[in-house]
């Protein structure tokens, strides 16, 4: 049990919507086959001169105003993205200048994918516990929009840009992280990639041409290993707790397709009434889907202190977590 509780929650999404019926005039696609094989309807998309570190600093202030703080109190700032502004300074970095984060405090990215948010939270627990930080940020921001290969329709139907925050600071009542599962294996690697743009691949005309600083993934493939890694992470973290399926009062899931979150909680054995569904509004926006659906949760009155919360992640790596959480 690691004491910690989240004290604001905020998330942002651009206000540009493209709908599967715009991405109908974009590339040979359908609602019908969007809708019924990924459960997407539409997704949000950054402006041209929105980047992750602007979504992240909206959300952040959402977040800042629940829990009745402001940036001047916050020790660490963590964003978990794999689109950041540059490859460095770190995207945390322009979030603390944006904010007015003390420039005394630590600021870095995790890059874990989808999983970064859960990654985020476990390494927070971790570094409330042993003193290293009391009030953290942690920032999960997306602007999937920007590496997506416009002309791939079996990618760009699935991604959306978004963000969600977290304020974590150390609990003062029976709130805090009951167990957690995370785990990476990268001999699969290549199934989920951007291959283009770092020092395997330096970024040249030619990679530009080829659009390999896009997003490149074997569905079929990610598919089979997000449904069975998902569906374990769940298990292996309720069973840490001590707790079933039935004894969840809210699930997140990371939204990649409603029939992965399907299959999940058929085997995990947790009811759909309690499964928290964005990817019909969203689209799948790596890091930032876990903590938009707990901020929408937490604003429309679906989860209340003392309920158990669940969230699961899979994404690119692959990495996956799982996080039990009294709320
Ligand atoms: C991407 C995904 C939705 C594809 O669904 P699928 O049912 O596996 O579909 P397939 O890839 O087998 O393609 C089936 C057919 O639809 C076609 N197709 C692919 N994208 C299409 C689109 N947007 N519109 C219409 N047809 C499309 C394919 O070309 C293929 O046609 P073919 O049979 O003539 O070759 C699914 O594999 C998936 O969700 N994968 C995991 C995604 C994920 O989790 N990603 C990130 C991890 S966080």
Redesign the pocket.
Known sequence: MFDIKITGTGSYLPKKVLTNFDLEKM????DE??TT??GIKERHIASEDEATSDLASKAAEEAFEMAGVSARDIDAVMVATITPDTLFPATACWVQKKLGVKPVVPAFDISA??SGYLYGLILSAGMIKTGVASKILLCASETLSKITNWDD??TC??FGDGAGCAVIEKSDCDSGLLSYVWGADGKLGKL?IQEAGGSRMPATKETVDKKLHTVS?Q??E??KH?VTKMKKAAIESLKKANLTGEDVDVYVP?Q??I??IEATIKRAGIPMDKTVVTIDKTG?M?AATIPVGIDWAVRDGRLNRGDILLSTA???GFTWGAAVLRW
């Open positions: 590339v040979d696609t359908s086959w969007i094989r990924t994918a989808c329709r079996s139907v699935l989920l993934m569905g079929n990610v598919y997000a990371h990649a397709n029939r992965i799948n790596s899979f994404g690119g």
